[in-house]
């Protein structure tokens, strides 16, 4: 019952100013039984183990229909 999170976020070099694209990845208690590909959404929930901190709340859809 566990799923692995990716979040990415867009970072802005502070001297280059190039943009580059940082992840973290969070271990989090599924219930709800996600797909490879799907968009959650997760929150803050009672620890779970020494990784899992994290509980799915949403599914907000596939990957192909959210766009940002």
């Given at each position: ?16 100013k ?13 219930e709800?039984?996600?797909?490879v ?9 009672k620890?779970y183990?020494?990784?899992k901190?994290?509980k ?7 990957k192909?229909?959210?766009k940002?």
């Amino acid at each position: 019952k566990t799923a692995t999170v990716a979040v990415e976020r867009m970072k802005i070099h502070p001297i280059y100013k190039k943009r580059f694209v940082r992840s973290t990845k969070y271990q989090v208690h599924d219930e709800i039984g996600v797909k490879v590909g799907d968009v959650v959404k997760f929150a803050d929930s009672k620890p779970y183990s020494k990784s899992k901190k994290w509980k799915i709340v949403q599914v907000v859809g596939d990957k192909k229909e959210v766009k940002k």
